[in-house]
Nanobody
């Protein structure tokens, strides 16, 4: 297993941008699919995006074209660049490892509001 710590959440206006980071511990980081889930109030957790060890990304339809996931295996870090944010992107964002996920971070709040 890997341990995951998210950072970069916060409050942003609609149309703005944020970048989330996920730092992982463990020498096997580069072998894992790493990604992001989110959970909005009253809704189930949903996949936002994940990325294979070779850098192949997968996105949910709701964020395709607006969000970009990347990873730096030398730094054991995954990034989620979020652009053109909408109020419906408001949620707690969780970093995950595995498909399906076997490890979860503690979550970071993203609030999109004017």
């Amino acid at each position: 297993q890997v341990q995951l710590v998210e950072s970069g959440g916060g409050l942003v206006q609609p149309g703005g941008s944020l970048r989330l980071s996920c730092a992982a511990s463990g020498s096997l980081f580069s072998t894992y699919i790493i990604g992001w889930y989110r959970q909005a109030p009253g809704k189930q957790r949903e996949l936002v995006a994940d990325i294979t060890r070779d850098g192949g990304p997968k996105y949910s339809d709701s964020v395709k074209g607006r969000f970009s996931i990347s990873r730096d295996n030398t730094k054991n870090t995954v990034y989620l660049q979020m652009n053109s944010l909408k109020s419906e992107d408001t949620a707690v964002y969780y970093c995950i490892a595995g498909r399906p996920p076997t490890s979860w971070g503690q979550g970071t709040q993203v609030t999109v509001s004017s």
